[in-house]
């Protein structure tokens, strides 16, 4: 497999454990199609366990697609070092990227895993409670973190910024609509605060977000709201349009953020 391994661009540790690792495969398989990579999966497994035990298996271009991949399930105390094992596995002279498949470490900048990695992501929708998780995140932020909310409002923020393609007026008020415990509601009207200079509103509605609305200067109105994996653009004076807002695949999530590695 001498092939594979002078192809690839990364190694991704995956930390997991055992209720989840076949949700993991299944995004790192569809990642590794973008990216050829060297799949590290660290289940965790019984860490009170006396006994510590490693069960591992090396797939190389089978069932997890074009890609190197250890599935390492790890039992008792091994499983809190789990870096002895997967470090001296690490693909040469490529970025280590470390995403955390469940809830997170407290200081994942400074955890083994992560310390050694240039991007590390983590999922803040694992938590028991997100939007806790995502202020935890912001406080102990390190460069190279992220998290797959702000990856989930990639199209709201595409479909946002393109509306304003053509508008001259300045936007004065806005709103986002989302429930209460959503961290992918928080991070977008942050975004908004931050490239519009407004506070915006937000309005605790359904599962997820459901819609952003906007005030311009010139007393128009201009909305996208979500419909059944369509969004629904509304402009004052023009007519309405129908522009895609799907939900993706966990791994087409995590293939954006292995694209970003500065």
């Given at each position: 497999?001498?092939?594979v391994?002078?192809?690839?661009?990364?190694?991704?540790?995956?930390?997991?454990?055992?209720?989840?690792?076949?949700?993991?495969?299944?995004?790192?398989?569809?990642?590794?199609?973008?990216?050829?990579?060297?799949?590290?999966?660290?289940?965790?497994?019984?860490?009170?366990?006396?006994h510590?035990?490693?069960?591992?298996?090396?797939?190389?271009?089978?069932?997890?697609?074009?890609?190197?991949?250890?599935?390492?399930?790890?039992?008792?105390?091994?499983?809190?070092?789990?870096?002895?094992?997967?470090?001296?596995?690490l693909?040469?002279?490529?970025?280590?990227?470390?995403?955390w498949?469940?809830?997170?470490?407290?200081?994942?900048?400074?955890?083994?895993?992560?310390?050694?990695?240039?991007?590390?992501?983590?999922?803040?929708?694992?938590?028991?409670?997100?939007?806790?998780?995502?202020?935890?995140?912001?406080?102990?932020?390190?460069?190279?973190?992220?998290?797959?909310?702000?990856?989930?409002?990639?199209?709201?923020?595409?479909?946002?910024a393109?509306?304003?393609?053509?508008?001259?007026?300045?936007p004065?008020?806005?709103?986002?609509?989302?429930?209460?415990?959503?961290?992918?509601?928080?991070?977008?009207?942050?975004?908004l605060?931050?490239?519009?200079?407004?506070?915006?509103?937000?309005?605790?509605?359904?599962?997820?977000?459901?819609?952003?609305?906007?005030?311009?200067?010139?007393?128009?109105?201009?909305?996208?709201?979500?419909n059944?994996?369509?969004?629904?653009?509304?402009?004052?004076?023009?007519?309405?349009?129908?522009?895609?807002?799907?939900?993706?695949?966990?791994?087409?999530?995590?293939?954006?953020?292995?694209?970003?590695?500065?």
């Amino acid at each position: 497999a001498g092939g594979v391994t002078s192809g690839l661009a990364l190694t991704l540790i995956v930390v997991t454990d055992e209720a989840r690792v076949t949700e993991a495969e299944a995004a790192a398989t569809i990642a590794a199609q973008q990216h050829p990579t060297r799949v590290l999966i660290v289940v965790r497994r019984n860490v009170l366990d006396q006994h510590s035990r490693l069960d591992a298996e090396i797939v190389v271009g089978g069932r997890l697609g074009p890609c190197e991949a250890v599935v390492m399930r790890m039992q008792g105390r091994l499983a809190l070092h789990a870096e002895s094992v997967a470090l001296p596995l690490l693909a040469p002279d490529v970025p280590v990227v470390t995403w955390w498949h469940y809830e997170a470490p407290e200081r994942i900048a400074h955890g083994p895993l992560g310390v050694v990695a240039d991007r590390r992501i983590t999922d803040a929708a694992n938590a028991d409670d997100p939007v806790a998780a995502l202020e935890h995140r912001a406080k102990d932020y390190a460069p190279g973190d992220t998290d797959l909310a702000w990856t989930r409002i990639t199209p709201w923020r595409t479909l946002i910024a393109a509306a304003f393609d053509t508008v001259t007026a300045t936007p004065t008020e806005a709103r986002v609509s989302a429930p209460a415990n959503d961290p992918e509601g928080f991070l977008l009207a942050g975004w908004l605060s931050a490239r519009l200079g407004i506070e915006p509103e937000r309005v605790e509605d359904g599962r997820r977000v459901s819609a952003v609305a906007l005030t311009l200067s010139d007393d128009s109105k201009l909305s996208v709201i979500r419909n059944d994996g369509m969004a629904l653009l509304r402009r004052g004076g023009y007519p309405d349009r129908t522009l895609p807002l799907l939900d993706r695949a966990l791994g087409e999530e995590l293939a954006e953020e292995l694209g970003r590695l500065d």
